[in-house]
């Protein structure tokens, strides 16, 4: 009979544990085919005219030109502690003159569009998300709706087409920026010869390392868009809502650009 009972004990535990995983794997497989079909919309709209210019040109300043400083500033300093480490450890190994191109292929094919698209997120994705969950909760985007205007086409599509223009060009910025940060610690503070640099980094980089470095920065741009617009475009109700939004997205864009890095790496 004691033997029974405790049966009887761990039967409901092992059911109440089966019936969670099952609603929550239900949960997410949910809330995948809900983005798959956002994203499967908005790319449907870019694609149909009218083009809105002047929301794509606010857009394009609001990930672009106000992001400019932020870059540099974390470029220049990326390059300076990578050409600071890698010169330590090339010294070991009398390996110094291959700093120019350990600083470079470094920048180009990992760090620039890593870093550049993670800063991009903190500081214009979080703003993305916010503004338009605060656009749900007020109503404004009921709003477009009966006005006839499609809201993926009038609010989402200009982010989606300006973040495809911007991310290529500002981990562009980060990686130039990056390389004379580079420079600075290793040929003026360190003695690497200034030639050795430059002509070692041109001749170890090559046309595939810059493609596939545009690739990363287009698909970024990509998630970034996707994932920052959907989560504020269906925020719940109240400032708490949005203010899950905000935390979700900035989560969920860092941790799909590092897997999805690994993935293209892996691929490239």
């Not at 809330?31 to 809105?52: D, K, Q, V, W």
Request: positive net charge; hydrophobic residues 50%; aromatic residues 10%.
């Amino acid at each position: 009979m004691i033997r029974s009972g405790r049966e009887d004990k761990k039967a409901p535990t092992l059911f109440t544990l089966a019936r969670y995983s099952a609603r929550v794997t239900y949960g997410m497989t949910s809330e995948m085919g809900r983005m798959g079909i956002f994203l499967a919309r908005t790319l449907l709209r870019a694609f149909t005219l009218p083009l809105r210019g002047k929301q794509l040109a606010n857009r394009i300043h609001f990930l672009g030109a106000r992001s400019l400083l932020l870059i540099s500033f974390t470029g220049v300093f990326t390059g300076m502690v990578l050409a600071l480490q890698a010169y330590t450890a090339l010294r070991r190994f009398g390996g110094e003159a291959l700093l120019g191109p350990g600083v470079g292929l470094s920048l180009i094919r990992e760090l620039g569009p890593v870093l550049s698209a993670l800063m991009i997120t903190g500081r214009a994705g979080s703003a993305l998300t916010a503004e338009l969950g605060i656009m749900r909760i007020t109503e404004q985007i009921d709003a477009l709706e009966v006005m006839a205007l499609n809201p993926i086409k009038y609010l989402v599509v200009p982010v989606l087409l300006a973040a495809l223009i911007i991310f290529p060009l500002l981990n562009a910025i980060f990686i130039v920026v990056g390389i004379g940060g580079g420079y600075l610690v290793g040929v003026k503070l360190l003695g690497v010869s200034e030639g050795a640099y430059f002509t070692q980094m041109s001749n170890a980089v090559t046309s595939d390392d810059l493609w596939g470095s545009i690739y990363k920065s287009l698909s970024f741009g990509l998630i970034v868009a996707w994932v920052c617009c959907y989560k504020g475009f269906y925020a719940a109700r109240g400032a708490e809502g949005v203010s899950h939004a905000t935390t979700q997205a900035v989560v969920m864009c860092s941790v799909l650009i590092l897997v999805w890095d690994y993935f293209l790496t892996s691929v490239l």
